[in-house]
């Protein structure tokens, strides 16, 4: 059963950097690639970044371009979202996400981790 | 690729038949999932490839559409359905999710 745990998540201040990571199990990580999805309260979901299996491929949305790194190490099974600069309008629930498609195909999230809360105020 | 989904929100009753559409600023072939979220939960994956409905998914369920106008069909909506549904296209980067839908209990 895949199971994907998200963690550093917090309050930070604006302007400053905050790194997530996600724990990976269940499923073999190296086949995969991986999402982070965002969700504020009370909104709709945002697609952040996705990483390829083999990690040399990396997508943004326009929000993260230039702020945010998204990374992975298949021998430690965890993928990486580095934010940087953040702003108020960051402040969401940061899950990560298996993506469905197998090898070197990225296609859509398919299963979703509970998420980390980062809050970002003064 | 912008996203537009509609309704915003709807009322239904348990028995009806609903329909969500979304539609895409460009052509996007047949590169669209459909998401199920409920309150306090992770979406859940119900459709992909526009009409594939996913494993496990049950059959009330059906999705249709491609290039740049997409439907989500519920036949007999039961309790269990009313929620929030968001559609997802993944045929360019940034992957972009419509706005969703609520789906509420009248």
């Known amino acids: 059963q895949e199971q994907l745990v998200e963690s550093g998540g917090g309050v930070v201040q604006p302007g400053r950097s905050l790194r997530l990571s996600c724990a990976a199990s269940?499923?073999?990580?190296?086949?995969?690639?991986m999402h982070w999805v965002r969700q504020a309260s009370g909104k709709g979901v945002e697609w952040v970044a996705v990483?390829?299996?083999?990690?040399?491929?990396?997508y943004y949305a326009d929000f993260a371009q230039g702020r945010f790194t998204i990374s992975r190490d298949n021998s430690k099974n965890r993928v990486y979202l580095s934010m940087d600069n953040l702003r108020v309008d960051d402040t969401a629930v940061y899950s990560c996400?298996?993506?469905?498609?197998?090898?070197?195909?990225?296609?859509?999230?398919?299963?979703w981790g509970q998420g980390t809360l980062v809050a970002v105020s003064s | 690729i912008q996203m537009t989904q509609s309704p915003s929100s709807l009322s239904a009753s348990v028995g009806d038949r609903v329909t969500i559409t979304c539609r895409t600023s460009?052509?996007?072939?047949?590169?669209l999932g459909w998401y199920q979220q409920k309150p306090g939960k992770a979406p859940k994956r119900l459709i992909y490839?526009?009409?594939t409905l996913q494993s496990g998914v049950p059959s009330r369920f059906s999705g249709s559409g491609s290039g740049t106008e997409f439907t989500l069909t519920i036949s007999n909506l039961q309790p269990d359905d009313f929620a929030t549904y968001y559609c997802?296209?993944?045929?360019?980067?940034?992957?972009?999710f419509g706005p969703g839908t609520r789906v509420e209990i009248k």
């Open positions: 460009h052509d996007i072939g047949s590169d």
């Open positions: 996400a298996i993506d469905v498609g197998v090898g070197a195909t990225i296609g859509l999230p398919d299963y």
């Open positions: 490839s526009a009409s």
């Open positions: 997802l296209q993944h045929n360019g980067y940034p992957q972009t």
């Open positions: 990483i390829s299996a083999d990690g040399y491929r990396t």
């Open positions: 269940g499923f073999t990580f190296t086949d995969h690639a």
